[in-house]
Structure formats: structure tokens, C-alpha cells
């Protein structure tokens, strides 16, 4: 059995693997956590990648993390693009690397066996979960399992404290393997263990505010104060943890509650909801788990580390520390919870993009390819922004080139054209362009011009009148006003009813 990084990578570079991924488990993961809309997994100790690339070809989003870099190195050659592959020991490392929004799938396959602090490491993993997100254990079973390798399996006594940690625990035997569905971590049980204080977490009454009592009663509320360059940093967006020690009243606290931040100079307060609490035995290793710029962004590590102690002596340090990380959104009853990024998309108008290069022939005259599609519009080297991540210019090189064979350079971008259609009969989107110089073409330069045949069958150069003729004229418009843009003389912004 490996215990140390150095052991898994020279396991792995030997050939050392763990069974493939069964049929009966790719039936029991489809059955019991098909990937939802825009869902997001989490493959821990993801070894060469098979289930981490099993589970994006069931629709997820991957991260898949593991700490033996010689793994992941296969990972990625073998699977490339079907995960984003990290190199992170989930008991040591800062999570800072892991996705900020949660998972609706976490999973472990012949991994739990392995974890030092495996109930604490596991509830840890339950906090990053989303709503009604699942964590899936996959192990081998202690009884089906050599003595001499009884490392790397669970018996059934372990296996019932792992299932009695989540309030919806389901086991699935399947081919010498216990496969366990687990969701909803109980907070009290799981957290006591954890806890220095070695009791549960007792759950404090629903607050009022102005006579109002909270929302519902997993809304819980909560106050903390803060000298005024810490209300400051938190007010400002720059501060997302604070650091306390595990009294009754701070380890009473949980994800989904509200904290009130009250600035001792100025009696200010503002609230936020809590999105994770994580306990840690000492300061130090709080301080190696967590981004200290996050606490504190005006101090360093080593700074910081002075600070919490000259605030806390040894005996409240033994509490233990915890890390409250949250967000900016506010909690209280009154103040309303702004959406999600991703609701909020659906709420606002979709736009498509595009980038196009104006170019001309030595005299200035404008160049354009016939397009195949429909009326066979004449068009400039361009087009939508379908590519993750690039700029509308980048996106206009791009089509450039894959429309005419040529790598036009323009230099520093020119912009000489924003360019709004509104939606219309043929597109039921609004589309924002925006028409770059592209430069001169030399004679040879057009020599070479190569069609894609899939998109254009015609590049021709005309001075305006001839574009005048061969266009319609709502068409001609944007040519119009773009040549007047280059000279000096027309509009840079052009709105286009189609």
C-alpha cells in the first residue's frame, strides 16, 4: 500500500493500475447521478483519468484532481480535453485551484481507504457540494480483500459509520465493490468529530431584525465585529475569509447562514451568507489550506500569522481555528438575494458576436467574398466569435485566414466600426459587430486569395460605385459607413433593423 507521493508516482511509471471502470458501474452512475444541465464534477484521486473522462462523456463539467503527477501526465495524454487535470492532495493542499461554485457530483473510486483524516476530509468534500449535489464512494470491500492488502478496502463496520455521516445514504454491491450514493451530510454528526470542542454543533435561534423574524429557520444569523481596515476589506470585495477560533457561539455557524459584520470605529454593519466553514487544528495549517491574501490582503502569510496570534493566546488556539469563507451576497430578511450569474444570463437579451477586417486592394478599393449561403450576401473576411476565449479581433485574423488562405497582420487593432442589427425574421438574436482596418492587400497578396468553398465562391474589388450596384442597399450602408469611418468622415456606430 502507498503512503506518499514519491510511492504513487513510481507505482504509476511501473505500470501499477487499479481495474478498469465496470460495466455495472457505468450503470449504476448513469442511473443514480446523470449529469444535469450545466453539471460539474469533482474526480478525486482521478489516478490516469478513466472516470474522470467517463463522467464528462456523461455530460459533466470535470476537475479532476490527483497527487501523483506521473498520473496525470498519462491523464492527460490519454484524455486530454475531458477534464481540467490538477495536481492536489485534497488533506494537504490549498483548494483554492478546485472550481469556487461547487459540484453536483464528487467521487472517490478506490480512494477512501487511502485518507488519513477520512471522515473530516469527506465532510469537507459534502461542503462543496451544490444543492442536492452527491458524493459517490467506489471501494473495495475489506471481506472480498486479501489480509495483505487489507489497506485498500473498507470493512462493513466503516462503511456503516461513512453512510450514517449523510442523511441519504444508499449502498450498491456490485462486482466485489461497494458503490455508496450519499447526499445531504449531516451537519451535527459529521462536524462533532471534527469539532476541537468534541460536541455538536448546537444550533442557534432565528434571529429579528426590525420585528421581522428571518426567512426560514436554516437562515441563521449571526454577528461578528471587525476593526475598521477589516470591515473595510470585507465592504470592498477584497476580504472573502475570516478567521475565528471554535467558542460555542463560532462553531455554531454553517454554511447557508447569515454573518453580520459590525465595524467597531464607525458602528457600520453589513451582512453576507456563509458559504463554507472549515475547521483546522492549528493556525499554521489553517494558513496552509486557505489563500492568507483572501483573509487579509494587506498582510503577508508570515505577518498574518503573527497577527492571529497576538489576537488569540495558545488556549484559544487549542479551540481550533475555522475559516468562514463567503460571498458579497447580503442575508438578512429585507435584502432580497441577488440571482445567480446563470439565472441572471436568463433574464437579459442574447447577443451573437462578430469581427470582420476591412481590407483593400493598393488603391484603397474595398475587397469582399460572396458568401453561398442564401441571397449570396457579399461580405467582408470575418465573422461570429464561436471560439472560447478570443476577442472579436482575434476572431477576425482567425476567419481571415480560414476564408482566404492569407495571414493578414494589421498591427495594433484600428477599430472602425460598432455594429448593432437588432433581431429580425431571420435571427432571432441581436448581434453586436465590430469591422477592423485590415490594411492594404498587395497584387500578389490577392494572386493568392484561396476560398473555402464551404463559404464563399467569389472575391471581387470594386471602387463604392461598383459595390453600390452589386449591393442591396442595406448592405451597402455598412460598406458606406465604414470607408467614411477610415476616412475621417462618417460614423463609428451604425444600428442596423433587419
Known amino acids: 500500500m502507498f503512503t506518499s507521493q514519491e510511492e504513487w508516482d513510481r507505482g504509476y511509471a511501473d505500470g501499477c493500475r487499479y481495474r478498469q471502470l465496470g460495466d455495472s458501474e457505468r450503470t449504476l452512475l448513469a ?12 474526480d478525486v484521486g482521478c489516478g490516469v483519468g ?4 467517463h463522467l464528462a462523456g456523461l455530460g459533466y ?9 506521473t498520473a496525470l501526465a498519462e491523464a492527460r495524454t490519454r484524455h486530454r480535453e475531458a477534464a481540467r487535470w490538477l495536481r492536489l492532495d485534497v488533506e494537504g493542499d490549498d483548494w483554492s485551484p478546485l472550481h469556487a461554485g461547487g459540484y453536483d457530483l464528487i467521487t472517490l473510486r478506490f480512494v477512501a481507504p487511502f485518507l488519513n483524516a477520512r471522515d473530516r476530509t469527506l465532510h469537507m468534500l459534502g461542503r462543496r457540494l451544490r444543492p442536492g449535489g452527491t458524493l459517490v464512494v467506489i471501494t473495495p470491500l475489506a471481506a472480498d480483500t486479501p489480509a495483505e492488502r487489507r489497506g485498500i478496502a473498507l470493512d462493513e463496520d466503516e462503511l456503516e459509520a461513512l453512510r450514517n455521516r449523510w442523511a441519504i445514504a444508499e449502498r450498491h454491491d456490485t462486482e466485489g465493490l461497494a458503490f455508496l450514493v450519499l447526499r445531504s451530510p449531516r451537519r451535527n454528526e459529521a462536524t462533532a468529530q471534527d469539532s476541537p470542542l468534541g460536541v455538536g454543533k448546537q444550533a442557534t435561534p432565528s434571529s429579528t431584525r426590525n420585528g421581522e423574524a428571518t426567512a426560514t429557520a436554516s437562515l441563521r444569523e449571526h454577528h461578528f465585529h471587525l ?3 477589516y470591515y473595510g476589506q470585507v465592504e470592498s470585495g477584497r476580504k472573502t475569509v475570516e478567521v475565528r477560533v471554535a467558542t460555542p457561539d463560532k462553531a455554531a455557524v454553517d454554511a447557508g447562514d447569515a454573518i453580520v459584520f459590525h465595524d467597531r470605529d464607525s458602528g457600520r454593519e453589513l451582512d453576507i451568507v456563509v458559504k463554507r466553514v472549515t475547521p483546522y487544528a492549528s493556525f499554521e495549517e489553517l494558513l496552509s489550506g486557505e489563500d492568507s491574501s483572501r483573509i487579509d490582503p494587506d498582510a503577508a502569510r508570515e505577518e498574518l500569522l503573527v497577527k492571529l496570534r497576538s489576537i488569540y493566546p495558545p488556549d484559544k488556539e487549542a479551540l481550533g481555528p475555522l475559516a468562514f469563507e463567503f460571498d458579497h451576497r447580503p442575508g438578512r430578511p429585507g ?5 445567480t450569474p446563470s439565472q441572471y444570463a436568463q433574464t437579459v437579451p442574447h447577443h451573437t458576436v462578430y469581427g470582420c477586417l476591412y481590407v483593400r486592394d493598393e488603391h484603397d478599393r474595398p475587397i469582399q467574398l460572396r458568401s453561398v449561403y442564401g441571397s449570396r450576401l457579399w461580405q467582408f473576411p470575418g465573422g461570429n466569435l464561436d471560439t472560447q ?3 472579436p479581433f482575434q476572431t477576425s485574423l482567425r476567419e481571415a485566414f480560414e476564408e482566404t488562405g492569407l495571414e493578414i497582420d494589421p498591427g495594433t487593432p ?3 466600426l460598432t455594429h448593432f442589427l437588432h433581431a429580425g425574421p431571420r435571427l432571432p438574436l441581436n448581434k453586436v459587430g465590430f469591422i477592423f482596418d485590415g490594411g492594404r492587400l498587395t497584387t500578389d497578396q490577392l494572386r493568392r486569395i484561396r476560398l473555402d468553398a464551404a463559404e464563399h465562391d467569389l472575391w471581387a474589388v470594386h471602387d463604392l460605385d461598383g459595390w453600390r450596384q452589386l449591393m442591396a442597399p442595406l448592405a451597402f450602408t455598412r460598406l458606406d459607413a465604414v470607408e467614411r469611418a477610415r476616412l475621417g468622415e462618417g460614423p463609428a456606430y451604425l444600428i442596423t433593423h433587419t
Open 50 to 53: 478513466e472516470l474522470a473522462a
Open 389 to 391: 476565449g478570443e476577442d
Open 335 to 339: 435584502h432580497s438575494l441577488p440571482m
Open 414 to 416: 484600428k477599430l472602425l
Open 31 to 42: 442511473t443514480h447521478v446523470p449529469a444535469p444541465d450545466a453539471g460539474r464534477a469533482l
Open 61 to 69: 463539467a470535470v476537475d479532476a484532481v490527483d497527487w501523483s503527477e
Open 227 to 229: 476593526l475598521g481596515r
